[in-house]
DNA sequence: ATTGCGGAAATACAGTGTATCGACATGAGA
DNA sequence: TCTCATGTCGATACACTGTATTTCCGCAAT
């Protein structure tokens, strides 16, 4: 006589399937919801129904999975239709990256970490690489995305980190002075510092987005100096 | 009837004296020996014999001592003489930055991390705008400084990533290709990045400092335009 | 029915930043 | 000189972390 449904007990639930995809897409979710520190390996199995070692069937160490995170977002800056011409090739590329790190704030903490060798990362270098392709022997392209890339990576950091000053501070329309409080008020009030005093003091508030796109011009002019320069 | 000196215990050591500038610099020292990542308070209460709660007299968290670090550093980075011109200087003032996270790579993971508000940072920027005091509106002053400030902190990081990425893969030459192993290598010969495959194999290996050099004179260049060239 | 086996989970470990507590040497007041 | 308050230091404690190891258990093949 075989038993009931009622007493035989429910099969054991199979774990969760688990991928990279969906790993590296919680570690995300978690860091866009508190930051870079907001991710740990217990966090984002938990929020998989799974164990922290299951990860490490798809990751052998946590700066793998920061890697992967990475590598994601650049899917994000990657263009989407083929750009004009190589001056808007690379403004789009910093512009692009830009938003990107205002969505993903944790973006600007890994920003020029490590040499970005996956798939979506390489996809992004071949695009910049290949909008510049034939306007300059390949030493002085190499050189022209460096120094873009170097500028835009070291602006968005930058922006970021004062915006995260601003956050902690309450609201700070300046970027320093009432800013961090007493403290610089105090500083420029010594006399110490007369450039510093007028810069802050008699400085023009300008938005963090012109700020950058300005700067960026600065450099795109360098560059278009070098690209057409010697040769002609 | 007092008892004699054999008799009398010893009095208890006491604890030797702390302040700032020693925690700081052992700090430091564990930093330069492993890294950002070796500086734990514990080791470095140890190293000062003291307990770790010692610490939290001088420092309320461990992000301040950080700051501590990066400000003792940019110490280094003050130019000690009156530089020549404002392009003089702003070179200048890249260079030393540069050779200063050689020195101690660590600085490369806080560069452009958090405003730097210490007195010695303070020094520096002040040092920096006061070179460019006067060659033109206060605004493309600092915007000039910004610039050239985004350039080399992104520049040297980038540097160092790939300097402990090639490290860390073995000698590696070339920055990719042999460095990340047989990955890059067969990402490359798929074909689907044929002008980046172009890069690697035609380019030619300049070192680093050239590099960073040629850049940062692209955006001095820049900077020079717009410095001279609206109000002329 | 038994036995491997493979993969998931539990446990374990060494370490972290930081809060709290207890002890104790030192200075003040009697 | 004795006592008591004080303030500082160390020990302990806690909630975590990344990762190594061990244990367990359902399933496939014998």
Known sequence: MTMTVWDRPEPPTRPVPLD????????IALA???????????????RLNAGPMRLYGYISTKQELFDLMMDEVQAEILPEE?????????????HRTRRTA??????ADLLGGRPTLGPNGLAVTEATLAALDGLADIDTVMRAVET????????????????????????AKRDWQRASGPHVTRMLAT?????????VYDGTDVDAETSFATGLDWVLD???AKLTGPSV
């Open 32 to 46: 866009d919801e508190g930051g870079l520190e907001a991710v740990s390996l217990r966090k984002v199995a938990a």
């Open 82 to 94: 083929q750009p004009g011409d190589w001056r808007e090739a690379l403004s789009s590329l910093a």
């Open 102 to 107: 205002l969505r993903h704030e944790w973006l």
């Open 20 to 27: 990279r995809e969906r790993i590296v897409a919680t570690a």
């Open 148 to 171: 873009v890339s170097a500028y835009f990576t070291g602006a968005i950091r930058r922006e970021i980190a004062n915006l995260r000053a601003e956050r902690a501070t309450g609201l």
């Open 191 to 199: 006399g110490r510092f007369p450039a510093l005093a007028k810069a």
């Open 222 to 224: 360098a560059v278009a």
